[in-house]
């Protein structure tokens, strides 16, 4: 709607559409500056980010690690935009989300970034199919098109013969494959994965950081949280953090952050809690933007 949302969803695009290369040399996609996060429950305030400054650049592949409750999966959803910072800024694709409209956050969410979660998220009473095209009927794409567009995005991660079940009629890896279909389904530039393989078997994590692998060598930026070892491993690029800021950071020429190593306390922020919410799961999509044509297979 606004020309700042029209040049965020571009810029977004053409990260999208790059192809692998020195991560060094491009832009920061992502740039976090003194982001602070305070969850206020009643009287309770948790402060789960203490001030974390981070740049990620377009194409990187970046595994977050961490202890239970040191922020990872608030960071997840701050660079999500499905929140958003209570201090401190946070600049997508060199526009300050907190100065977006809602409308085109929602696009940039939608669109743009495509989310995959330790717990699949699918809806249980949907075929796999029906699972994968629902980014697409949040956006209005036409129905024939919408189906074309999930059988590919299934063929892609191997499910062909599965387009028709149902979750409960899928192993735990075929699940989230399909939640890999769906979270590509609308050419995202920026995978999002919250612990994609915490709950799989090591043959279907295999399948998944394949994926990941893919997406990331046809040129996608991707974050990854996870607690394996393993698993980060197959990033680039290794943050870890602590007690809510980050502690240490593997990548060349990162923004070295505050405090690290700094110990633990409730702590308390002054800032004003922002825009919250649209903390739902998958990716509901508004907007009618042109789609990106995916471009994986090589
Ligand atoms: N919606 C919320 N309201 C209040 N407190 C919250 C909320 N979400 C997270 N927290 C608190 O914020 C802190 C960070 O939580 P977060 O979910 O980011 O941790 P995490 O690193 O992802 O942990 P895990 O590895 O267990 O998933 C925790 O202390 C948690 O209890
Ligand atoms: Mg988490």
């Known amino acids: 709607m606004t020309e700042t949302g029209s040049s965020s969803t571009e810029s977004l695009s053409a990260a999208g559409s790059l192809s692998a290369g020195s991560p060094a040399s491009r832009p920061p996609v992502i740039e976090l500056d003194g982001v602070r996060k305070t969850y206020r429950t009643g009287a309770f ?11 990620i650049s377009e194409g990187e592949y970046i595994a977050i690690m ?15 935009c499905l929140d958003v910072p ?21 696009e940039i969410r939608n669109r743009r970034i495509g989310f995959v979660f330790q717990q699949f998220n699918l809806l249980p009473t949907l075929s796999a199919w029906r699972n994968v ?53 609308t050419d995202p530039a920026l995978i999002l994965a919250d612990e994609p393989t915490g709950n799989l078997d090591s043959a279907s994590t295999q399948d998944v950081l394949s994926l990941l692998n893919e ?17 980060a491993a197959t990033a680039g690029r290794v943050v870890r953090i602590r ?21 633990a306390g409730p702590g308390s922020a002054s800032g004003t809690a922002a825009r919250s919410g649209n903390t739902g799961t998958g990716n509901a999509v ?12 090589q």
């Open 243 to 263: 007690d809510g800021d980050i502690q240490d950071d593997t990548g060349p020429g990162h923004q070295a952050g505050s405090a690290a190593g700094t110990t």
């Open 133 to 185: 095209e629902l980014p697409l009927c949040y956006a209005g794409t036409g129905r024939a098109q919408r189906r074309a567009r999930a059988i590919e995005a299934l063929e892609k991660v191997g499910l062909q013969d599965r387009i028709a079940h149902r979750p409960n009629e899928l192993s735990g890896g075929q699940q989230q494959r399909v939640a890999v279909a769906r979270a590509l389904v």
């Open 286 to 297: 508004r907007g009618d933007s042109a789609p990106l044509t995916w471009e994986v297979r």
């Open 45 to 55: 305030e948790v402060e789960a980010l203490r001030g974390v400054n981070l740049r």
């Open 66 to 80: 961490g202890p239970s409750g040191s922020g990872k999966s608030t960071l997840m959803h701050i660079l999500g």
């Open 215 to 231: 997406l990331h060598a046809s040129g996608r930026t991707i974050v990854l949280i996870t607690h394996e070892p393993e698993v």
């Open 86 to 106: 209570t201090t401190g800024s946070y600049r997508l694709a060199g526009e300050d989300v907190n100065q977006m409209p809602e409308e085109d956050l929602a």
